[in-house]
């Protein structure tokens, strides 16, 4: 058994599915594929198989066939599997009820509703999900043939979506912007964060049955073999309009530079992914490179946001310690960021949508959805209470729909963005329990009346 221990925690990778650990790879392609259970018999031989293909954080340096692969399941996905009723009610609220019936709350309203969401997103469709990793097209082939080898002759179980995913040519966001660069370090983790230095949180905080950073044992589904070792995955797709973005910052800048810095400050980083908090004035490349610099800093020196606006998309995300002084404990509200991009890049230059359909694929891994990914959403992303800033939203992702405002503090005075519209548009989303592989054993030896045929194909 590959442990790894600490004074205060162990982790065992060998039983961990990667995603939860490790970072993807970089370069990388992947897709998503999307499976519906229809006959629950073929359900039961596809999880047998999912035993010899999917990825542990034990097998990420050495993966089978040079690819990997990790797997999911909705609160649907595991009734059709035969999961006992038992464990079935042991799982929080807010995953047995799904994204689609929480869309209110999150602020999945107008376009980003769930009536206007890609089907089969958001339906009882989607039972299971496969994510699929390479740092190669070919590599990633050899997942797919993987992942083909799952569900081959089960005429009870289909595919209902796929979506590639892929690193755009610069590294950066379709906004133009480096991006995955700040995640939390976990406890006993002994995997270098190539995002850089982050201050370590709890495992509890992203797997169940261990310590949390409030000093308890994060429970998870019942029995202990189902719940512990995993996780609760939140997955949205973002529709993202860039040439939208770019014509705001073109209407409200005088020239380039300050259509740069305008942006910086809705970010809170500049495209390089330097922090404005440590380049107030102008992007530095060489600090947006460096891991052991690009998240070495708080906001304790910028209380008023005078360097990085309080308002702005990665200060609302992670407010550090903007809120020292009030009730708040920050570490408790983390995620683990595994996003991809999808879509053709937009061209420089170009200011007018060209149709095409690019954003990028939010996947936040947490061990509480209300009390982490759904926080984070309404109460720092889409609010605006917790700083002072009234009904004021993320101006990156939040629901501006054309009423948006972002407050940019400055001297003598400070600067008002108004009318700023919807720069994302949720396309849709599922939560997901991302077991581990005794769990995933668990499961599959639920029903022991499976041939040695079925489970070849």
Known sequence: MNVIGTETEELNYDDIQGIVLQERPTPYVGTYILLSIDHQQDGKVMLKRLLDEVTSAGQWSNPHEGAWVNVGFTYQGLQKLGIPQESLNSFDLEFREGMAARAAKLGDVNESSPEHWEDPLGTDK???????????????????????????????????????????????????????????????????????????????????????????????????????????????????????????????????????????????????????????????????????????????????????????????????????????????????????????????????????????????????LSRQFEFIKTDWLNGGNFAGMSTEKDPITGKNEGEGMFTIPDKPIRHRMKEIPSFSITKGGEYFFVPSMTALRWMAELDQHISKEELTC
């Open 126 to 368: 989607v039972d299971v999900a496969l994510a699929l990793f390479a740092p190669t097209k070919e590599a990633l082939l050899q997942a797919e043939e993987a992942a083909r080898r799952i569900h081959c002759e089960l005429n009870g179980v289909s595919v209902v979506y796929q979506l590639d995913v892929g690193m755009n040519p610069d590294g950066r966001t379709h906004l133009g912007f480096m991006d995955g660069i700040s995640n939390p370090r976990i406890e006993g983790n002994h995997v270098l964060n190539a995002v850089g230095q982050e201050a370590e949180i709890k495992a509890g905080e992203f797997l169940f049955g261990h310590l949390n950073e409030s000093g308890t044992i994060t429970q998870g589904p019942q029995p202990a073999e189902l719940g512990h070792n995993g996780s609760y995955l939140s997955f949205r797709k973002l529709h993202m309009r860039v040439a939208a973005f770019r014509r705001y910052l073109r209407e409200h800048a005088d020239n380039r530079e300050e259509e740069e810095l305008l942006a910086a400050k809705m970010v809170g980083r500049w495209p390089s992914g330097a922090p404005l908090s440590l380049a107030p004035e102008a992007d530095d490349p060489a600090l947006g490179e460096d891991v052991s610099r690009r998240n070495a800093f708080t906001y304790g020196d910028d209380h008023k946001g005078l360097k990085c606006p309080v308002s702005s998309h990665i200060r609302r995300a992670f407010p550090r310690n903007s809120l020292q002084g009030s009730v708040v404990n920050v570490n408790i509200h983390r995620l683990l960021r595994r996003s991809t991009m999808y879509g053709p890049i937009l061209p420089k230059g170009v200011m007018e949508d060209d149709g095409q359909d690019r954003g990028l694929i939010f996947a936040g891994i947490c061990s509480s």
